[in-house]
């Protein structure tokens, strides 16, 4: 029904009479999907790292000649394609729970998003970016992830959810959600066993992480953590000239600084080891979908000039398989007060 509370629509009543929740249905299928792609896109780039540098043209990591008109980024490799295909042959060889009614899946590097004939009742949205951080997979092996999210709607009626979601790192940490709470993980990618689609790597299952007020530090460690930051500007030769011009204090001031994407700087945000993220530009909800498990956790999101930024509103008012819209502003994301006043006095 329109109107209906997100928790109602979060429920599903079954026939015996229990209650399950979709987030906490889907949320170990959206992790088994983005470990499983991270394992044959690292085996990939392991493979095309050891390679012949002679000639690259037959190598994955080559720039893809043409895109489909919806991607808004550079253009994509080869990788991007050939994960994109492995991860829809992982999901395909999963045992889909019917709960989640019926399935879609959105590529978000290399795929136009279809919606298909979906039919009245549940539709969830199975959307994937297989290698978020191209350019530094391209240069350096190393450095991306692999995100999977999922969004679903209780009937015709009834708004899109975003639901779950999980990034994997290139290390193996990764981090997953549900509407209420973030888990972390570690990912066993072993080079020795070539992936296949029906092989998921061992996921260890590390704990659900406490919010941020709930963690003790000390003095100096909470110190240490709000002067560390990262900026999600390293791709793009104009973005890094608008840090360096916008914020140029920051960058040198800072006691520790990284350039890195953005989802696979999320693992460390979520789990405390940076205090602040910065992006100076406008950016698509998948590329910056670390700020869902990020505030779940009570971090707190702010324009860049410190107006305050409703993640889960902009989320929920953009979700479903629509095209993929630079709807995020550029924002700061932090933990601590210390963290705002050191990039309010950039």
Known sequence: MVGESPASDVLVQTFGGGAYRIDDIARPLAL??????????????????FGSH???SESPLRRQ????????????????????????DVVAQREWDPLLGTRLIIGEEVAAPDAGEVGDGRVTLVRCDPVDGTQILSHSGDGFSTVVTMESRKNAHSPWRHYCGAIVRSDGCAISWTRSAVYTHFIVLDPRHRPTPDHVPDVLDLGMLPPFANRVLSEQRRLDVAGAGACVAAASPLRRAAVVREFGQLVTGAPYFDLRAGTPAGWALCTGLLGWLLEPSQ???HDSIHLFPFTLLGGRVFTTRFERVDVRQLF?????PGAPEKIIPPYVACVFDESVDLIRDR
């Open 32 to 49: 088994t999907y983005a470990a499983a792609t991270m394992h044959f896109v690292k085996h990939q780039s392991i493979l095309a790292a």
């Open 65 to 88: 000649p043409a895109v489909w008109q919806g991607h808004l980024g550079a253009p994509p490799l080869v990788l991007d394609t050939e994960a994109q295909r492995y991860f829809e």
């Open 316 to 320: 929920e008012d953009h979700a479903g």
């Open 54 to 56: 002679d000639d690259f």
């Open 283 to 285: 950016t698509t909800i």
